[in-house]
């Protein structure tokens, strides 16, 4: 069976890159390992997480290798079988496949990676101290005056503040500077 996998990157700059490239093989496998025909390089994907391969009709079937499941339509699933000609939208971690198919022509399998916009990087800003504590200056200047505070306010204002007390060779009393 002939497969069109259509890869959807972006530059630093915001440009769309978008790669083709022919798969003609019975089945095509998708996780992490780079064996794989749709290598989806997300720690949330398994090193062999599913495959896709026909079934009966000119439908298609995905069922999952490992046992964490996907999405299907934001339904969690672990296989199913679907027609390509409907399009389809399938999860794996940070990745979207689009799976579609127009009359005769190979069917298309469209990958891109979820950006920021798209709700993941509320979740990915969550996790990050970042979010908690001020920046980088503000806890230097923070830093700064806690030093000054402990290693020099301190024992001047102690050295000030103390009753002075006459050297006495029989008695405690104090050193110069103590």
Excluded at 47 to 62: N, S, T, V, W, Y
Excluded at 102 to 123: A, K, L, N
Excluded at 133 to 141: D, E, F, H, V
Excluded at 145 to 165: C, E, H, K, Q, Y
């Amino acid at each position: 069976m002939a497969f069109l996998i259509r890869s959807i990157d972006f530059t630093a700059d915001g440009r769309e890159i978008v790669r083709d490239r022919q798969v003609a093989e019975a089945a095509i496998g998708i996780g992490r390992a780079a064996e794989n025909t749709l290598h989806l390089p997300d720690l949330a994907v398994e090193q062999e997480h599913a495959r896709i391969e026909p079934a009966a009709d000119g439908k298609l079937r995905i069922s999952a290798v490992g046992t964490l499941g996907f999405t299907m339509d934001g339904r969690k699933i672990t296989e199913a079988e679907f027609d390509p000609r409907a399009g389809h939208e399938f999860a794996f971690g940070t990745y979207r496949l689009t799976v579609t198919q127009e009359g005769s022509e190979p069917v298309t399998v469209t990958v891109r990676q979820v950006t920021d916009d798209e709700g993941w990087g509320d979740v990915v800003r969550n996790f990050a101290l970042a979010s908690a504590l001020p920046g980088k200056r503000a806890m230097a200047w923070i830093g700064l005056g806690a030093i000054l505070l402990a290693f020099l306010a301190v024992p001047i204002w102690s050295n000030l503040t103390r009753d002075p007390v006459k050297p006495d060779y029989d008695k405690p009393g104090q050193v110069m500077w103590d």
